[in-house]
C-alpha cells in the first residue's frame, strides 16, 4: 500500500479517535523520498478524539529501526475526526513549542462515512506558524504514485 | 570519552547537515554546552528560559529518559550514546471542545 493510501485507511479505521503516525524516509541525492507511513500509537488517553500524542519512546525506537534500514523519519502524520484538514491552533502551539522547524506534518480530516481528506504542511519557526504544501511536495514516493522530492 | 549524539532532523541545520556528532562530555549540562561551543543554537532551542530541558523536547541516555537519571545532572557513561528527539503532539480540538468531551469535567 502506498503511504497515502495508509495513512488515509489508518485515519478511516481508527475514527472517531485521533491516530498518527510517522513518515519514513530515505534521503538520496535529490532530497528525501517518503517510502512508508508507520502508525503509531496514539499515547493521549484523556482526549483521545481531539488530540494525538506520539510518545518519545515510540519515536526513538522507530528511529533505530529507521536508521538500521539506511532511512530516517522524515515527517508525521495526524487525523482530526470530524474537524477540518488543517492544523488546529493546538497543533500549531504545541510545534512551536517543540523541535518542528521544516518538519512536515499530514493532517487528515476524516468523518464517520469513511469520506478522508488529507492536507500536507510544514511548519516554519521563524513566522511560528504552519504553511501548506503540495502533497506531492510533502510526501514524494518513489516508483508508482506521487513522483517528486522534497528539497532539503 | 566521547559521546555521540543523534541529532534530529530540525536541529541537523546547527550541524551542517549531521545527523551524529561526538562531544566530550560527562553529564548531561556538559554535553549542551559542548554542543554549544561547537554548534551554536543548542542551548537555546534544548533549555528553556530557566535553563531547564524544555518539556518537548526529551533526551535519552542510552535508550533512558534523562528526566528519570537527574535531568541535566545525569551522568553521561564513557562512550554512551544519547538521543535527542522531538515530543510530538496535537489535535484537531480546540481546548474548549476538549473540556466539554472530557468526562472529568
Not at chain 1, 81 to 94: G, K, L, V, Y
Not at chain 2, 17 to 25: K, M, R, S, T
Not at chain 2, 95 to 104: F, I, S
Amino acid at each position: 500500500m502506498r503511504p497515502l493510501e495508509a495513512i488515509l485507511a489508518h485515519a478511516r479505521a481508527g475514527h472517531p479517535f485521533e491516530v498518527c503516525g510517522v513518515l519514513v524516509g530515505r534521503a538520496d541525492a535529490g532530497g528525501v523520498a517518503v517510502v512508508e507511513a508507520v502508525a503509531v500509537e496514539n499515547r493521549e488517553r484523556t482526549a483521545p478524539r481531539t488530540r494525538y500524542e506520539i510518545a518519545p519512546e515510540d519515536l526513538l525506537r522507530l528511529q533505530r529501526e529507521a536508521r538500521a534500514a539506511g532511512r530516517e523519519i522524515a515527517g508525521y502524520y495526524h487525523s482530526h475526526p470530524d474537524h477540518p484538514a488543517r492544523p488546529s491552533e493546538t497543533d500549531r502551539r504545541m510545534a512551536a513549542e517543540g523541535l518542528s522547524d521544516g518538519v512536515v506534518h499530514l493532517v487528515v480530516h476524516v468523518d464517520g462515512s469513511g469520506h478522508a481528506v488529507p492536507s500536507a504542511w510544514v511548519f516554519r519557526d521563524a513566522s511560528q506558524a504552519f504553511e501548506e504544501e503540495p502533497l506531492e511536495v510533502a510526501l514524494p514516493v518513489d516508483g508508482e504514485g506521487i513522483e517528486g522530492r522534497r528539497r532539503e | 570519552m566521547a559521546i555521540k549524539v543523534q541529532i534530529p532532523g530540525p536541529l541537523r541545520p546547527l550541524t551542517g547537515g549531521a545527523a551524529e556528532v561526538e562531544v566530550e562530555a560527562t553529564n548531561v549540562s556538559g554535553l549542551i554546552e559542548a554542543l554549544e561551543a561547537r554548534h551554536g543554537g543548542f542551548r537555546e532551542r534544548l533549555l528553556d528560559a530557566s535553563g531547564d530541558l524544555r518539556s518537548y523536547v526529551r533526551v535519552f541516555v542510552n535508550d533512558r529518559d534523562v528526566r528519570t537519571l537527574g535531568g541535566k545532572a545525569a551522568v553521561l557513561p564513557p562512550g554512551a550514546t544519547v538521543a535527542i528527539v522531538p515530543a510530538i503532539a496535537g489535535g484537531g480540538g480546540d481546548p474548549e471542545g476538549d473540556v466539554l468531551q472530557n468526562p472529568l469535567f
